[in-house]
C-alpha cells in the first residue's frame, strides 16, 4: 500500500500526538534553556579563519592570556563536503587595541590568512535584537493578514498561521537545544521559513476548500505529493549548502532551515491536515 | 515540434526581452558586491536616536565631507536604516582604518583664512539660515547667511578691511601646528602664484604650519630647523609616497622622536599644472575659497553671506549644502557612536563568493535530479532550473541597474526566492499533470494552469507582505535579504511563471497530439 494513501487514512486524533509532542517537549525546552544570542545580537569581538588546521585549545588558551580574559571560545570548522578546515573565535567586545593584538597572534601562527574580524558593541547588538525581533513580529503579522484575505474563513486560516507558528517555535526550540545562535542570519533564516511554511499550507488549504472533485482524502493527498516534492527539493538544496560551505553563516542559515522544513512536513500533513478535516467534516462552518 | 508557435506567445516574448535586458544590465554595470563580499572595512556608526530623512542626509553628507578633504580615498558613507550609518572603507590597511576612526569620532574645526590671518573660528558662528536661491540671467545664484558673534564682528571687520577681492579660505580640519615635508614639485606648487589677488597658497594656511623641503635625506641644516621646530609642532606629515620624500628621511624624523605621518593621496600632480587645486584642498583642509566682496567692512555687523552663482539649480542647492557643512564646522546634527567594526580580508571574500557558486551549482544538480527523477522528463525539469535561474538572473540584473551592492543578507534573499521559485513550478506542473491522468480531464490545460496560479500569487502575495515592511523599516542589517526577496518574487509573479505556464501548457499539447 502507498504510504500517503496510509497517512490519510489513519485517525488524525491519534496522528495529531507526533507533532504535539514534538511541540511541547522542544517547547518546554526552549522555555527552560532559551536560545544563545549571536555574538551580533549581544555584542562581542569574533575572529574567523579560512582555510587553516588549529589546534584550538592551544590558540584558546593563548588567547586568553593575551587578553587576559576568560570569556574565548574557539571552535575548529570543518567543510562536510570539501574537507576545508576553519576557526572561529568568539570573545566578549574588543577594543581596536585589542583586536589589533589578536590580528598580530592570527597573522604570526598562520601567516596571511583568510580572515575577518567582527565587533559588535553591546549598544549595537541591542539594537540589532530590536530589529529581528521587530522583523519576525511584522513579517509574521504580514503573513497573517495575507492568508485572512485569501481564505475568508476562520479555522482554515488559523490553521495555516497556528502551523507557521508551530514551525518557528519547534525550529527556535532545535537551536536552544544544538547551541545554534540566534543572530541576524538564523533571524533571515526564520523569515525566509515563514516564507516555505506557508506555502505548503496555502497549497493544501486551496485544494482541500476550493476543488470540487474527488474526496476530501484524495484532494489531500494530491496536496501531499506536490507538498512533499517542493518541501524536498528546498531540503535537498540546503543539505547541498551545508555540506559544502565552511562559512558559519551558510552553515547556521542552512540547519536552521532544513530542521524548520522538517518540522513543516509533520506541522502541514499532520497538524493542518487534521485541523482541516475537522473543519471540512463538521460542515465547513465557522 | 511547433517551437515557433511557443516562441510567439506574449508572455515568452516579455521573458526573453526582460533576460537579455537583465544579461546586458549585468555584463555593462557589473555587480557591485558589498564589503562583506570583497573584503574591506565596514565601521557600524550608531546615532543617538532615531532621525528622519533629512537629517540621515546631512549626516552622511558632513561625515563624506569630512573623510573626503581628509584624503582619505575610497570611503562610502551611507545611511543603514534609521538610527544607523555604515561607512565602508576599501582595503584592510590598519593605518587607514585607524585614521577614518578618528575621523568619525571626532569633532570637526572650521576656520576661514584671510591672506593667511585667522579671520573666523567655528566656534564664532553662532548659526547657519537656510540657503536661498535665486534665479539670473546668467544661472542661479545661491546665497548662504550666517551670523557669527560680536567680538568675531569687530575682529572679522579689522582683519577684511581693504582686502576686496581677496579669498576668504575656509577649511575644515586644518592641519594646525604641523610640519608639512615635500619635495621641490610640491613646493613649488605651494608657492605658485595664482593669477587673481590671492597670495601663494604656503602664505594663506595660516602661521602655524611650517613647510620643509626634503629632497634624499634630511641635511644637517634640515636637522636643525626640525630641532628648533620641536616644541611648536604636533606632527610632521609627510606629502606623498615613497617616489616623493623617500623612507629614509621618513625614518630619520621618527628617530628624532617626532610624530610622523604619511598623507599618501592617488592623485598625483601633473608636471605641467602649476596649480592642482584638489591636491592641494586634501593636504590642507581647503574646502573653498569664496571671494572677498565687501568694501568697509561694519564692526557692528555680525551677518554675512557667503555666496556664489551655478549653472542649473541642483548645482546651487548642492555648492550651497556644502558651504552650510562646512560652516557648521562638521558639526553633526546627531551624536554618534563607532557600535561595530568588521574587516574581512578580500581573501575570505572571494573564497566565500567561490563557496556559494559551488554550493549553488551543486544545488541546482541534486534538485534538478530530484525533478528528473519525480516527473520523469527533461523537458519539464530543464524549465523548472531555467525558470529558477531566471528569477536569480532577473534580480542581479536589477541590482546592476540600480547599483545595489550585493551583500550577504542579500544573497540570502536571492536564495529564499529562488527556492520559492521552485516550489511554484512544482505546483504548476503537478496541477497540469495530475489532472492529465486523473479524471479531470474536461478542464482545459489553460485552466489548470490558472487554478495553479492562485495559489501561486498567494503564495507570493504572503511573502511580499511579509518581506515590504522589513525594506522600509529602516532595519538596517536585514534590508539587503527583504529587497531581494521581493524583487525575486515579483520577477517570479511577472516574468517567468507566466513563462513558464505558457511552456508547460506547450509542452502538454505537443504531448496529447502525439
Given at each position: 500500500m502507498n504510504i500517503l494513501d496510509w497517512i490519510v487514512e489513519q485517525d488524525y486524533r491519534k496522528l495529531f500526538i507526533i507533532p504535539m509532542v514534538l511541540l511541547a517537549s522542544l517547547g518546554i525546552f526552549l522555555a527552560f534553556n532559551g536560545v544563545r544570542l549571536g555574538t551580533d545580537l549581544k555584542g562581542g569581538t569574533v575572529l574567523h579563519v579560512e582555510d587553516v588546521s588549529v589546534d584550538s585549545s592551544k590558540v584558546e588558551s593563548d588567547i586568553k592570556s593575551l587578553l587576559g580574559k576568560e570569556e574565548v571560545t574557539v571552535l575548529s570548522l570543518r567543510s562536510v563536503g570539501t574537507g576545508k578546515k576553519g576557526m572561529q573565535i568568539e570573545m566578549p567586545p574588543l577594543t581596536d587595541e585589542e583586536t589589533r593584538k589578536v590580528k598580530d597572534y592570527v597573522s604570526h601562527e598562520f601567516g596571511e590568512a583568510k580572515f575577518s574580524i567582527d565587533t559588535v558593541g553591546p549598544a549595537l547588538g541591542k539594537s540589532f535584537q530590536g530589529e529581528a525581533v521587530k522583523a519576525l513580529v511584522i513579517a509574521f503579522i504580514g503573513m497573517a493578514l495575507v492568508i485572512f484575505i485569501i481564505f475568508r474563513t476562520f479555522i482554515p486560516s488559523i490553521a495555516v498561521i497556528m502551523c507557521a507558528a508551530i514551525d518557528i517555535i519547534e525550529t527556535v526550540g532545535f537551536m536552544s537545544l544544538f547551541g545554534i545562535p540566534l543572530s541576524l542570519n538564523t533571524v533571515a533564516a526564520l523569515l525566509m521559513l515563514i516564507g516555505y511554511s506557508v506555502d505548503t499550507d496555502i497549497l493544501l488549504t486551496t485544494k482541500v476548500l476550493r476543488r470540487k472533485l474527488d474526496t476530501v482524502d484524495e484532494r489531500i493527498k494530491g496536496a501531499m505529493k506536490t507538498g512533499l516534492m517542493m518541501t524536498g527539493t528546498a531540503l535537498v538544496a540546503l543539505i547541498v549548502l551545508f555540506a559544502v560551505s565552511t562559512s558559519q553563516v551558510v552553515e547556521q542559515l542552512a540547519i536552521v532551515l532544513i530542521f524548520g522544513n522538517a518540522a513543516d512536513i509533520l506541522n502541514t500533513w499532520i497538524t493542518n491536515v487534521g485541523l482541516l478535516k475537522w473543519y471540512v467534516e463538521r460542515g465547513g462552518k465557522k | 515540434m511547433r517551437i515557433g508557435k511557443l516562441l510567439r506567445s506574449g508572455r515568452v516574448i516579455f521573458y526573453i526581452v526582460v533576460m537579455a535586458t537583465a544579461i546586458l544590465l549585468i555584463a555593462s554595470q557589473g555587480i557591485k558586491t558589498g564589503l562583506d563580499l570583497s573584503g574591506g572595512t565596514l565601521v557600524k556608526l550608531e546615532l543617538d536616536h532615531v532621525v528622519d530623512d533629512k537629517t540621515m542626509a546631512d549626516t552622511t553628507r558632513i561625515l563624506q565631507t569630512r573623510l573626503d578633504t581628509l584624503g582619505v580615498v575610497g570611503v562610502v558613507v551611507r545611511p543603514w536604516g534609521t538610527d544607523k550609518i555604515l561607512v565602508e572603507v576599501a582595503g584592510i590597511d590598519p593605518q587607514r582604518e585607524e585614521t577614518v576612526t578618528k575621523i568619525l569620532s571626532e569633532q570637526g574645526v572650521y576656520e576661514a583664512f584671510i591672506d593667511g590671518v585667522l579671520a573666523i573660528k567655528g566656534n564664532e558662528v553662532v548659526r547657519v539660515d537656510p540657503e536661498r536661491i535665486t534665479s539670473g540671467l546668467s544661472g542661479f545664484k545661491w546665497e548662504v547667511p550666517f551670523v557669527i558673534n560680536s567680538d568675531a564682528g569687530v575682529h572679522f571687520a579689522e582683519v577684511s578691511t581693504g582686502k576686496k577681492g581677496h579669498p576668504v579660505d575656509m577649511f575644515l580640519d586644518r592641519p594646525a601646528n604641523s610640519l608639512l615635508v615635500v619635495n621641490q614639485k610640491i613646493y613649488d606648487v605651494f608657492t605658485a602664484k595664482p593669477e587673481d589677488l590671492a597670495l601663494p597658497l604656503k602664505d594663506r594656511l595660516g602661521p602655524d604650519i611650517y613647510f620643509l623641503v626634503v629632497a634624499e635625506s634630511l641635511t644637517p641644516e634640515n636637522v636643525t630647523m626640525l630641532e628648533s621646530l620641536k616644541g611648536k609642532i604636533v606632527k610632521v606629515l609627510i606629502i606623498g609616497d615613497d617616489t616623493y620624500i623617500p623612507t629614509a628621511a621618513e625614518k630619520q624624523m621618527r628617530d628624532m622622536g617626532l610624530r610622523v605621518e604619511r598623507v599618501v593621496d592617488e592623485r598625483k600632480i601633473e608636471a605641467d599644472k602649476k596649480y592642482d587645486e584638489t591636491y592641494l584642498r586634501t593636504i590642507t583642509g581647503l574646502l573653498d575659497s569664496p571671494t572677498l566682496n565687501i568694501e568697509k567692512p561694519d564692526p557692528k555687523s555680525v551677518e554675512y553671506v557667503v555666496e556664489g552663482g551655478a549653472r542649473s539649480r541642483d548645482d546651487a542647492i548642492q555648492q550651497a549644502e556644502r558651504i552650510k557643512t562646512i560652516l557648521r564646522s562638521g558639526a553633526l546634527p546627531v551624536a554618534t557612536t563607532i557600535g561595530g567594526k568588521s574587516v574581512i580580508s578580500p581573501l575570505l571574500g572571494s573564497e566565500f563568493v567561490r563557496q556559494m557558486l559551488i554550493a549553488g551549482g551543486a544545488a541546482i544538480i541534486f534538485v534538478s535530479l530530484l525533478i528528473a527523477f519525480r516527473y520523469k522528463h527533461w523537458n519539464i525539469t530543464i524549465p523548472i532550473i531555467m525558470t529558477a535561474l531566471s528569477e536569480a538572473t532577473i534580480v542581479l540584473g536589477i541590482a546592476a541597474l540600480i547599483h545595489w551592492s550585493m551583500d550577504m543578507p542579500s544573497i540570502a534573499g536571492i536564495i529564499a526566492a529562488i527556492g520559492t521559485g521552485v516550489n511554484d513550478q512544482i505546483i504548476i506542473t503537478d496541477e497540469v499533470l495530475v489532472g492529465e491522468v486523473e479524471?479531470?480531464?474536461?478542464?482545459?490545460v489553460g485552466k489548470k494552469v490558472q487554478s495553479a496560479f492562485f495559489i501561486v500569487f498567494s503564495a507570493a502575495a504572503t511573502i511580499v507582505t511579509s518581506m515590504t515592511p522589513l525594506a522600509y523599516m529602516g532595519l538596517g542589517s536585514l534590508k539587503g535579504f527583504a529587497i531581494t526577496t521581493i524583487l525575486g518574487v515579483f520577477a517570479g509573479i511577472f516574468v517567468t511563471r507566466p513563462a513558464y505556464g505558457r511552456t508547460i501548457e506547450f509542452l502538454m499539447k505537443e504531448e496529447k497530439k502525439r
Open positions: - | 479524471k479531470d480531464r474536461r478542464k482545459s
